[in-house]
């Protein structure tokens, strides 16, 4: 998945947690907290990767073995300074962006690009990229993963944009706006 339609779908998880759980729109911190945890695996390993000192794009960012011992560590300081929410916020974030690199391997059969899921203890081999998922009848043109996920973009932005913006004031704030 495109490293923007993880903060999109990182915001339409948290934004459904919030209306199920209170009813609400999401709140300003807690958006952003949402959106760091969906971008940090990418900011993590995007970096490593261009840097060359790992061969693929998802790595130790990627990994169950880093991402619960911190969301278990984020939770806790959160739930210590009674900012739990912000621990929730986060871990759904990250999560999402961790559940949503894994249906693409499944559906196209690719199940040796999960290895991320583990790694290093399971090897992460080259990511082959886009993924068809199917044709389009009477055009003969094939749909890709890029498709839906353009169609995810466009609605997180919508929604995000539909509540009012959350997370942008504080930063609008630190800006001196």
Do not use: N
């Not at 779908?9 to 947690?17: D, K, N, Q």
């Not at 209170?22 to 807690?30: D, I, K, L, R, W």
């Not at 839906?148 to 704030?173: F, H, K, Y």
């Amino acid at each position: 998945m495109q490293p923007v339609v993880h903060l999109a779908v990182g915001y339409l998880c948290y934004a459904g947690y919030t209306r199920r759980r209170y009813g609400s729109v999401p709140g300003e911190y807690p958006t952003l907290a949402a959106i760091l945890g969906a971008a940090l695996p990418d900011l993590i390993d995007k970096p490593i990767w261009l840097a060359g000192v790992v061969d693929v794009g998802r790595t130790i960012g990627h990994s169950l073995l880093l991402v619960v011992p911190l969301v278990i560590v984020v939770w806790l300081v959160t739930r210590t300074r009674d900012r739990e929410i912000l621990g929730v916020a986060f871990a759904i974030g990250i999560l999402s962006h961790i559940a949503t690199d894994i249906p693409w391997h499944v559906l196209s059969g690719d199940y040796h690009e999960l290895g991320f899921l583990l790694w290093p203890i399971t090897p992460m081999p080259e990511y082959t990229g886009t993924k068809p998922l199917g044709t389009v009848p009477g055009l003969e043109v094939t749909a890709t993963t890029l498709w839906l996920e353009a169609v995810i973009l466009v609605a997180g932005v919508a929604l995000w944009w539909a509540d009012g913006r959350p997370g942008t004031a504080p930063l609008r704030r630190t800006v001196g706006e």
